[in-house]
Every structure is written in C-alpha cells, then in structure tokens.
C-alpha cells in the first residue's frame, strides 16, 4: 500500500485544522468531506495507489474542502468551481495564501472537460449539485468517454451505498447511487464503496449526517481498489428498462 503511518499523520493533522465555514448551510455542519476523515483517508490511498497529478472538486461552497486538498497536497494541483459567484469570491479569499489552487466560476462540465484535458491522472471530487441543473451525468459522461484517453478516477459525494448511516442525494425522483450510473451512455462495470467496518486507522468523529461515497475508476487498471481492504467492489446493474410511451 502505497499510505504510510506518516501520512495518515498528516492527513489527521491537517484535516482538523479546518475550520468549517459550511456549517452556514450544510446539513452535516460542514468541514472537509464533510467532516468525514474517511473520506480523507480514501483520498489519500487513491492519490497514492493510482498516482494521480491533480484533484479537481466540482462545486466548493465556502471551500472547506477544497481549502482541506490544497494544504493537504500543496505539490499537487486543486482546481474546484462553482456556478455561486459568492461561492467562489470566499474560496479564493480562504485560498489566497495556496498558490496550487485554482477556483473559478463556471459549470462544472467545463471544469471536469479542462482538467481532463490538462492532466494525465486526476482524482475527482463530484460535489456540485443544489442548483436547478444536476450536472452529475454530465460530469460522468465526460468521464467514462476519457476512459480512452489517460485515465481517472472520481469520487462521487452523496452517493447511496445501501447503507443506514449513510445518506444520499436524490433529484427529481432520480437518486444518487447504482441507477444513475447504469443510466449512462458508457457506464461503469464496477464501482467501490467504502466499508463502514473496514480497518480505517482513524475513527469518524462526524456524530451527524454522513455522506455515502462511490469510487469509479475510468480508463485505469483497478486491480488495487479491488484489493483493497477499505473498500467493497460492487457490479453497476444493468440499466432499467424503458418504459414505450402509449401515443
Ligand atoms: C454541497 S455544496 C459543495 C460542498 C463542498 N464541496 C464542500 O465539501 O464543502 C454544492 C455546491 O455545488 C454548487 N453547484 C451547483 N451546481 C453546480 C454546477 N453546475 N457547477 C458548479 N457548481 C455547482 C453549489 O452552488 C454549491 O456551492
């Protein structure tokens, strides 16, 4: 494995110097990953394992997260978006003193296209979402077609894991979870989700909602997420079938 004890030193250390800005709004009282470490950890050992040489967040809020990525890897480029001018104005304010983030105001399918575009093997953070427009799909779909082209991989935030600790987003009827993956146009075969029980070397110490999480692997040989002990390897269903409407 390619995390040290080291490592998880710092990402402890780091992790809760935060302070969490998005309590203004977010159901889980904001932090990194909200106030999950797992989710930290996971990162971690996917920057590690896989090598990636960026993280784009799509959708930043106030920028406890993105705040967290750029002191946590200050070697590595962050790049993170939203459509909220406000949104992005207090980010950059909180980041003014990282000089390897970058965070502009825009769609976030323009953002998930450029890094795709600029890096080799990023790690994407998919948390844009409130807005009138999902741009989940979108953002996957550009994805799944970069499969071909160097690689990536993504966590998806809010995500169902069928799990009762955990809790999902869900728009128009539509949740976040297997379905919505089994709807793209090229989706996925496996994703991973995180175990719950699995052997984290730190505890949770988020007592409020927690968010289920996805790891999807494009276009990148996933043989050590589907080794890895934190981590449970689950088959994307086949798409429902649709339904002919009566004329
Ligand atoms: C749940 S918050 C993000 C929280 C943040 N990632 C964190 O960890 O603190 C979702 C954000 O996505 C933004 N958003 C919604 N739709 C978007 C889009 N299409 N492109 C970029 N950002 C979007 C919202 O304005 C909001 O700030």
Redesign the pocket.
């Given at each position: 494995m390619a995390v040290t004890e080291s490592d998880v030193q710092r990402t402890f250390e780091v992790f809760y110097r935060v302070p969490r800005v998005?309590q203004i709004r977010?159901s889980d009282g904001?932090g990194?990953?909200?106030f999950d470490i797992h989710l930290a950890l996971l990162v971690d050992e996917l920057i590690g394992t896989l090598g990636c040489d960026a993280i784009c967040?799509?959708?930043?809020?106030?920028?406890?997260?993105t705040y967290y990525l750029a002191a946590r890897y200050p070697g590595l480029p962050v790049h993170s978006?939203?459509?909220?001018p406000r949104?992005v104005a207090v980010t950059r304010r909180r980041l003014a003193h990282h000089g390897n983030a970058t965070v502009t105001c825009?769609?976030?399918p323009r953002l998930v296209a450029e890094v795709l575009g600029r890096r080799t093997r990023p790690l994407f953070?998919l948390?844009?979402?409130?807005?009138a427009?999902w741009?989940l799909e979108q953002e996957l779909e550009l994805l799944a077609a970069c499969a071909a082209a160097g690689g990536a991989v993504a966590v998806v935030h809010d995500f169902d894991i069928g799990h009762p600790r955990f809790s999902y987003d869900s728009y128009d009827g539509r949740d976040c979870g297997p379905g919505l993956l089994a709807a793209l146009a090229h989706p996925p075969q496996v994703y991973f989700a995180p175990r719950p029980d699995g052997p984290w070397p730190l505890p949770c110490l988020q007592t409020g909602r927690r968010a289920g999480a996805a790891v999807i692997a494009f276009g990148l040989d996933d043989t050590p997420l589907r080794d890895h002990p934190l981590l449970d390897a689950r088959t994307v269903p086949a798409p429902e079938p649709t339904v002919p409407v009566a004329r």
């Open positions: 998005g977010l904001g990194p990953f909200g967040e799509t959708g930043c809020f106030v920028g406890d997260t978006c939203d459509v909220d949104h825009r769609d976030s953070f948390d844009a979402h409130w807005g427009q741009p």
